[in-house]
């Protein structure tokens, strides 16, 4: 592949993440529509945690994360070590962060890591935005009177 292939492929993989966490978010939603009631919220959060939802979500997220690892390291001609790979699994938002210091010259590694930080934030506006769009599309739940 070419420079300019694996750049499209890595900002394809962005794309995915972006798309993953708004889909999550919409299901999130239809699926445990007490998370917008705030008196059964913790009951629905706890729920939702430990539902094959959540591990669907996280296997995603984090193949993902590892297809760009991938095509970022093809890129730069580069092999990341196990440990590396361990640990952004255990700790990605330590570990990926790292990777880039790692690998990105002096004068661009701050710039790669806040674009990371800004992928983070922009993926919870994506939940956020399908969580929203979840709830119109089921319905928000139903409040007792006088509560």
Avoid at 93 to 113: E, M
Wanted: charge should be positive.
């Amino acid at each position: 592949m070419t420079h300019g292939e694996l750049q499209q492929r890595k900002t394809q993989a962005i794309a995915a993440v972006f798309g993953i966490n708004l889909v999550f978010g919409a299901l999130l939603a239809m699926l445990y529509p007490d998370l917008a009631n705030p008196d059964a919220a913790p009951a629905a959060l706890a729920a939702a945690r430990g539902s094959g939802l959540n591990i669907g979500y996280e296997i995603a997220i984090l193949i993902a994360c590892f297809v760009w690892l991938g095509f970022d390291s093809r890129q730069l001609e580069i092999r990341r070590p196990w440990w590396l790979n361990v640990g952004v699994v255990l700790l990605t938002s330590v570990f990926v962060p790292y990777y880039l210091y790692k690998t990105r010259p002096a004068g661009q590694r701050g710039q790669a890591i806040l674009s990371f930080f800004g992928i983070v934030f922009g993926s919870l506006i994506a939940m956020m935005t399908g969580m929203f769009l979840g709830l119109l599309l089921h319905g928000a739940p139903a409040t007792q009177p006088g509560m």
